[in-house]
């Protein structure tokens, strides 16, 4: 459970113990952040919702 930023009790790990990203960048290196924990990349490769998009109900 470590790689996905868990402990074995399935609470999140501190993030310096967290798995680096790993993500291709445009330039053809690797991303350098660190994991979100429950999941593999960091927080702008993993596909997290930005939030509503759509225009406020009136």
């Known amino acids: ?3 996905i930023g868990l402990d074995d009790n399935g609470d999140p790990l501190p993030k310096t113990q967290r798995s680096i990203c790993g ?5 053809g290196g690797q991303c350098k952040a660190r ?3 429950g999941q593999r990349r960091c927080r702008q490769h993993s596909g ?4 509503p998009t759509g225009k406020p109900k009136l």
């Open 48 to 51: 997290l919702s930005a939030g």
């Open 35 to 37: 994991a979100v924990s």
């Open 23 to 27: 993500a291709r960048t445009r330039v």
């Open 1 to 3: 459970m470590a790689e």
